[in-house]
């Protein structure tokens, strides 16, 4: 078998700075702690023949998987759905990262990656509109299926940032190009971003909260708790669509 490539020799080649330096390149968690993780496990799956794609897709079924494991009830399910969110993304770190040192980058994986970050988070928000339904119909799953409805426009508005840009035939927008040329919007988006509430509206956060909301209703009884972090999903998700809408249009991202 192939010897394993020194861990200095790979993280130069599958974590290049530029990729972790992005502040929307990068999840928090992946420079936190999951790109230490995902290191030793690509360092093993490079020396077999299994493909890029065939982890991306690995990927997508953690994902989906997550917001089904939110049918079982109680604590199980809730921690089954973090773990599952957890392997979602260390798949989506070994994905590239064995691309990279293979040299197999395709447009089938990246398309297939994003695809899954839709359906992942999707799933997830199903999940609990479900769960807080006490596994039936009815409004709490129309919230749920809402709520994941606003965190796809939230991805495709920004994943058509680079539809649009290839269309014109320019080059992908860099960080620079994403800072509001209005003050106003500036001022706004910064206040945003020092209370980071925004992120609840992502699949690993997301069921973090529910974790947490789990933990109440063992305690209270019921899925009271399940039921407001919902509602506090929905809005804040709706919130964001138009101010994420209104951060582009007042940015350079699309010049």
């Known amino acids: 078998m192939v010897a394993a490539p020194v861990l200095e020799e790979l993280r130069e080649v599958c974590q290049p700075y530029a990729k972790l330096a992005s502040r929307n390149g990068e999840h928090w968690a992946g420079r936190l702690y999951m790109r230490r993780i995902s290191l030793r496990l690509t360092r093993q799956l490079v020396r077999t023949p299994v493909t ?112 649009a840009r290839a269309r014109r035939g320019l080059g992908v927008a860099d960080d620079e190009s994403t800072r509001p040329r209005s003050q106003g919007v500036a001022t706004v988006r910064r206040l945003a971003a020092a209370f980071r509430i925004h992120r609840v509206t992502n699949g690993i956060e997301a069921s973090l909260v529910l974790l947490a909301a789990a933990v109440g209703d063992t305690v209270t009884g019921g899925v009271d708790v399940t039921r407001w972090a919902l509602i506090a999903l929905a809005a804040i998700t709706w919130l964001m669509v138009p101010a994420h809408l209104l951060s582009i249009l007042a940015s350079s991202r699309l010049r």
């Open 52 to 163: 890029p794609d065939q982890l991306t897709w690995t990927m997508v079924g953690c994902g989906i998987a997550s917001g089904a494991a939110l049918l079982v009830p109680g604590l199980t399910g809730a921690v089954s759905a973090v773990v599952l969110m957890q392997l979602f993304l260390l798949f989506d770190c070994v994905d590239g990262e064995v691309a990279r040192w293979k040299g197999q980058n395709s447009a089938t994986g990246i398309y297939v990656d994003r695809l899954g970050a839709y359906l992942a988070d999707a799933a997830l928000m199903v999940g609990i509109g479900f769960r807080a339904a006490e596994n039936g119909l009815g409004g709490w799953l129309s919230l749920g299926i809402a709520t994941a409805l606003g965190v796809v426009l939230l991805k495709a508005s920004t994943d058509l940032v680079d539809v």
